[in-house]
């Protein structure tokens, strides 16, 4: 435990942004909201304007680029296609704005060599059930976890939670990381009440783990009475404001095991490193394939997607893609994916091949798929009424998946991958 604590301190003294960018941060979004709201008054748009994430709640983690969340919550009355348009009307003209393409979209603003303000549109609603989009209930948010949560020292261990899972890549609801969110830790940590009793509680978890911190549903009713499609995750998180959303829905199972993983090891030999983004060592990841005789591979993929989630969710789904066609033939051993926040994403893979792939083909009576199926392959044989080839393995890993990606150019295609690059083997 002393060990525990020393390595924990430590780390929040590191992680605290600088009072400094706090201070710059507030001088310009004191005078932007000025800004803000009497250019709205001019322009007899009924919308108001508030802080939202994590800059709100005081749980902002030091980083490289702060984006401080600001939504701008506009009446019922307008349609959905007059959200961002009048959002727009109202920033102006303002310099160093880029707009930001998606199911609703929203402004980035640069303010400062590593500052940004990110204004997104959302509806003003009482009632959760009429928000018409995830976004519309950021203000109940904010407003729940200022009130439940102004003790200093719980803010504290949010803090570390939040580092905690950007150092061991489980930090993020986008698709291609299925992690945690902000907000699901600052719960987590509200019921937990400290970083260390929240890592031992996950690190135990066996089977689904259903957390309702306001008691909403009796024990045995959350399976049964909450929409099933937001029951997939490992842990169901209850969410305080809208009792029908799971507020962990993002986590995927891989992730869940990953991080568990992490806390584990964490609780076996505290260390800062484990609050650290790590660098992969693919020069040492190849070193110990090229030892142990498997097969290494770099990929770069790009798209024309817009960058964030939208180019991200394509390329990871297009890794898991490849992943799937690899495993047909090799046995993976170790894989990687990163993606740069672009439109650009490199992955890796060690794998070795298998020794023999039985390849399923038609009926026998389906008479001209199985000649075709003859004529691309060898050694076949017949096994209840179907044909099926065995192939012997004589090709890396480099040469499948080139020969892959010529063959599947027009299913790349379609999963909106403009370019392939294999950048070492």
């Given at each position: 435990?002393?060990?525990?604590?020393?390595?924990?301190?430590?780390?929040?003294?590191?992680?605290?942004?600088?009072?400094?960018?706090?201070?710059?941060?507030?001088?310009?979004?004191?005078?932007?909201?000025?800004?803000?709201?009497?250019?709205?008054?001019?322009?007899?748009?009924?919308?108001?304007?508030?802080?939202?994430?994590?800059?709100?709640?005081?749980?902002?983690?030091?980083?490289?680029?702060?984006?401080?969340?600001?939504?701008?919550?506009?009446?019922?009355?307008?349609?959905?296609?007059?959200?961002?348009?009048?959002?727009?009307?109202?920033?102006?003209?303002?310099?160093?704005?880029?707009?930001?393409?998606?199911?609703?979209?929203?402004?980035?603003?640069?303010?400062?060599?590593?500052?940004?303000?990110?204004?997104?549109?959302?509806?003003?609603?009482?009632?959760?059930?009429?928000?018409?989009?995830?976004?519309?209930?950021s203000y109940s948010h904010v407003k729940y976890i200022n009130k439940k949560i102004r003790n200093?020292?719980?803010?504290?261990?949010?803090?570390?939670?939040?580092?905690?899972?950007?150092?061991?890549?489980?930090?993020?609801?986008?698709?291609?990381?299925?992690?945690?969110?902000?907000?699901?830790?600052?719960?987590?940590?509200?019921?937990?009440?400290?970083?260390?009793?929240?890592?031992?509680?996950?690190?135990?978890?066996?089977?689904?783990?259903?957390?309702?911190?306001?008691?909403?549903?009796?024990?045995?009713?959350?399976?049964?009475?909450?929409?099933?499609?937001?029951?997939?995750?490992?842990?169901?998180?209850?969410?305080?404001?809208?009792?029908?959303?799971?507020?962990?829905?993002?986590?995927?199972?891989?992730?869940?095991?990953?991080?568990?993983?992490?806390?584990?090891?964490?609780?076996?030999?505290?260390?800062?490193?484990?609050?650290?983004?790590?660098?992969?060592?693919?020069?040492?990841?190849?070193?110990?394939?090229?030892?142990?005789?498997?097969?290494?591979?770099?990929?770069?993929?790009?798209?024309?997607?817009?960058?964030?989630?939208?180019?991200?969710?394509?390329?990871?789904?297009?890794?898991?893609?490849?992943?799937?066609?690899?495993?047909?033939?090799?046995?993976?051993?170790?894989?990687?994916?990163?993606?740069?926040?672009?439109?650009?994403?490199?992955?890796?893979?060690?794998?070795?091949?298998?020794?023999?792939?039985?390849?399923?083909?038609?009926?026998?009576?389906?008479?001209?798929?199985?000649?075709?199926?003859?004529?691309?392959?060898?050694?076949?044989?017949?096994?209840?009424?179907?044909?099926?080839?065995?192939?012997?393995?004589?090709?890396?890993?480099?040469?499948?998946?080139?020969?892959?990606?010529?063959?599947?150019?027009?299913?790349?295609?379609?999963?909106?991958?403009?370019?392939?690059?294999?950048?070492?083997?």
């Amino acid at each position: 435990m002393k060990k525990i604590n020393s390595v924990l301190n430590e780390v929040l003294q590191k992680i605290k942004p600088d009072k400094e960018e706090i201070d710059f941060l507030q001088k310009e979004l004191d005078k932007f909201l000025i800004y803000f709201k009497n250019k709205s008054r001019q322009m007899k748009i009924d919308a108001e304007i508030f802080v939202g994430g994590s800059f709100a709640k005081s749980t902002m983690m030091k980083k490289g680029n702060y984006d401080i969340d600001l939504f701008v919550r506009f009446d019922k009355k307008y349609s959905e296609k007059e959200l961002s348009v009048l959002t727009k009307k109202i920033l102006g003209n303002m310099a160093r704005m880029e707009e930001i393409h998606g199911s609703r979209d929203y402004f980035r603003i640069k303010i400062g060599e590593k500052f940004y303000f990110e204004v997104v549109p959302v509806v003003k609603v009482n009632n959760p059930k009429e928000a018409r989009n995830i976004t519309d209930l950021s203000y109940s948010h904010v407003k729940y976890i200022n009130k439940k949560i102004r003790n200093k020292k719980v803010l504290d261990e949010i803090l570390l939670a939040k580092a905690f899972c950007h150092g061991t890549g489980t930090y993020g609801a986008e698709s291609y990381i299925n992690g945690f969110s902000g907000y699901s830790l600052e719960l987590l940590i509200y019921k937990y009440k400290t970083f260390l009793k929240f890592i031992e509680a996950m690190a135990k978890v066996k089977e689904k783990l259903v957390i309702d911190v306001e008691k909403y549903y009796r024990k045995d009713r959350v399976m049964i009475d909450m929409n099933s499609s937001k029951l997939n995750s490992p842990v169901i998180l209850v969410d305080p404001t809208y009792k029908q959303r799971n507020a962990l829905a993002a986590l995927s199972k891989e992730t869940f095991v990953k991080f568990q993983e992490e806390c584990n090891k964490f609780l076996k030999n505290p260390s800062e490193e484990f609050f650290e983004v790590k660098k992969i060592d693919l020069a040492k990841i190849k070193e110990k394939a090229t030892k142990e005789k498997n097969d290494f591979i770099l990929v770069q993929a790009s798209t024309k997607k817009q960058e964030g989630d939208i180019a991200g969710s394509k390329l990871f789904k297009f890794y898991r893609h490849a992943e799937d066609e690899i495993k047909k033939f090799f046995e993976i051993k170790e894989k990687g994916f990163n993606y740069n926040s672009k439109q650009a994403a490199r992955f890796y893979f060690v794998a070795r091949p298998k020794k023999e792939i039985i390849l399923e083909g038609p009926f026998v009576e389906d008479k001209a798929n199985v000649k075709k199926f003859k004529a691309e392959h060898k050694n076949t044989f017949i096994k209840k009424k179907k044909i099926y080839s065995k192939l012997k393995m004589d090709f890396d890993l480099k040469k499948f998946l080139d020969k892959w990606k010529t063959k599947n150019k027009n299913r790349i295609a379609q999963m909106y991958i403009d370019k392939i690059e294999i950048i070492s083997n």
